[in-house]
């Protein structure tokens, strides 16, 4: 709660970063001015050496970010909540990336229905500023709904993607798509491209997160329809499929779930963290090879049951 008191305690803070200093960090100015509430200088620090970001919204709004650190993928910290209110509309689902710029973004869902995401930036965590609305309609598909896009650096191609779900009626049914950044601003994209393979049956598939491995590319998905919304697990040798269900159901004992994401743990393990929305729980699971899961545990410090569908990033 200190850290809290701190954040409200004033408008407009300088934070002067010293040439010497040897934190690990993408802000590569000597003097760096903050507009926003003030943060300690430790708390500073923290931001831009810290080893995982969380961001998320929550369970009391959909319309402000909270940004986490941590520096063990297990306990995390409040850096700043709210970091950012857009300036319409919702941010839920938010997927962030530290980009070849040095700066942070987050891809976000802007409504519950609509024709398109958004994408954030940010030098510091701290200060947040929009960057694109992107259209989400085209020849391909004019959707109902655009939900959780999710960042993803293709490592065969190098290239920047968005993987987004795409609805053709009222919430359902949904398959995952592909966008591609045409350049590194982030504001013109190419696609979409369907992830073949995610069949549509049903309410079909929400929330998909794709992980590379072992020349596979793995893709944790949510099955969104009535009767099922457990998070099942395809694979495929190209990002765009075609995918095969190689775990299906309640397959790790996760329960009902969605919003999975990602990381890998300083062991080396993978760690999913995954919100159980009729739960109240937000959960994390641990691997060795994206197949065989621990148990879940709930993420501690109160995040649990606060923090709604968001990314970790590993920087």
Partial sequence: MARIQQFLSAAVLLISLWASATIASPLKQSNVTVI????SPEAFKRAVSAPYVFTAFTSVSESNLYVYTSNDGTNFSVLKGPAYTPPSGLIR???????TDGKYYIAYTTNWSGTNFAIASSADLLTWSLVATISTASSVITPVNTWAPEFFKDPKTGRLNIIVSLSTGSYGPFRPFAFT???NTLKSW????VLSGIPNTGLGYIDSFPVYYNNQYHLFTKAESNGQKHIEHAVASSL????????QGDFAGWGQAEGPSITVLPNGRFRLFA???NSGKYIMSDSSDLYNWSGYQTIPNGLSGFVRHG?????
């Fill in 36 to 39: 926003g509430p003030a943060v």
């Fill in 93 to 99: 689902d938010p997927s962030v990336i530290l980009h």
């Fill in 181 to 183: 950044a045409n350049d």
């Fill in 190 to 193: 190419s696609g979409p491209v």
């Fill in 240 to 247: 765009t499929g075609p995918y095969s269900f190689v775990q």
């Fill in 275 to 277: 919100d159980g929305f």
């Fill in 311 to 315: 990314t970790v990033l590993k920087q």
